[in-house]
């Protein structure tokens, strides 16, 4: 009975010292921002006792907040903001991979591959950008695709408030400063004609839905949150990625992955993540190149979860375009 007992006391010792290790570990880890895996968010407040704010987030890496407090933490597997108490992070309920309808896009399920938005029969001018329906920016860039044997396009912004048109010769136009910004949660029809002379050929519509003034308070409150953090430029454009996307601001996370390309990043991650945009914004074929251009990066920074990455994001991108 004595050494029966004595075991089961050195065993349960030998299970509090194997915890307190993982724990010491975790903890050290949690001390930089530098972890060694393939991240899966960000903690975005303080209050947990070992993985300070600003830390990032490895599959498996577990929650223990103080005084029962919530911690609030990026999500990058499913592009949610979560207030996450004690527990695993990447528990079944918690920071989990979504299912998109791009990831079943596949040689045998092409019908799950975005449409792209490719001028149609008529050759229509095809609006791209704003890139979804749902904006941030009060004055978002407009493109489109060009129109063979036109001379010049007519551009209409229609909505509570704002009515304007302009005339331009090539397939951009910044948003004119002279006129009236967008409201907040307010609907506008954006439409694109193309001429021949001043005889119309076609034209293309699309919705502009500024975010719900609540929606975007949030929105930008966790932008500056994310940017008191004093993250590399790099971590800053995934965490802001990851921010609008929780609220399907396509165009906006375009807008700063391709402000980190413009300024010569190098991170395979980056042109990644442009990729998918890209590919969920129906742009199969700008999807390819940055697609292309993250699996060369990530072959030479042998990063083999980006190399994996990418190359299936390649793969997608030209299914999509398939006729």
């Known amino acids: 009975m004595f050494v029966a007992r ?14 307190c290790s993982n724990l010491l ?41 103080s005084n029962g407090k919530l911690v609030k933490i990026l ?11 004690k527990g695993t ?5 918690r920071c989990v991979q979504q299912t998109i309808r791009i990831q079943n896009c596949t040689p045998q399920n092409t019908i799950s591959c975005p449409k792209p938005k ?3 029969s008529n050759n229509e001018p095809i609006i791209i950008s704003p890139y979804s329906s749902s904006v941030l920016n009060p004055r978002p860039f407009i493109s489109w695709n060009g129109v063979k044997g036109v001379t010049s396009y007519v551009v209409m912004l229609r909505g509570e408030g704002v009515s304007w048109s302009k005339t331009v010769n090539g397939t951009s136009l910044a948003y004119p400063p002279e006129e009236k910004a967008l409201s907040v949660g307010t609907t506008y029809k954006l439409t694109v004609m193309a001429q021949s002379g001043d005889s119309p050929v076609s034209a293309s ?14 929105i930008t409150s966790l932008i500056k ?6 993250l590399s430029p790099d971590e800053q454009a995934r965490d802001k990625d990851s921010v609008y996307m929780s609220q399907n601001l396509l165009t906006d996370a375009i807008e700063v992955l391709k402000a980190r390309v413009d300024e010569g990043t190098t991170n395979p991650t980056i042109y990644r993540l442009l990729g998918d945009r ?17 699996s060369t990066l990530a072959s030479r920074a042998d990063n083999a979860t980006e190399l994996a990455a990418s190359r299936a994001g390649l793969e997608k991108s030209k299914l999509a375009q398939q006729p």
């Open 205 to 218: 519509s699309s919705a502009v839905n500024m975010l719900p003034s609540s929606t975007a308070q949030q």
């Open 75 to 85: 999500c990058y597997q499913n592009q949610k903001i979560l207030q996450l108490g």
């Open 6 to 19: 004595v075991l089961a006391n050195t065993s349960a010792v030998l299970v509090l010292l194997f915890n």
């Open 118 to 120: 490719n001028p149609g």
């Open 89 to 93: 992070v990447d528990a079944p309920d």
């Open 278 to 294: 890209y590919l969920e914004a129906g742009l199969p074929a700008y999807a390819q190149k940055a697609y292309a251009q993250a």
């Open 225 to 230: 949150q994310i940017q008191s953090l004093k």
């Open 25 to 65: 570990q975790q903890q050290a880890a949690a001390s930089s921002r530098e972890r060694n895996c393939d991240p899966i968010g960000r903690v975005l407040s303080a209050g947990d006792r070992t993985l300070k704010k600003g830390s990032l987030l490895c599959k498996g890496d577990r929650l223990n907040p």
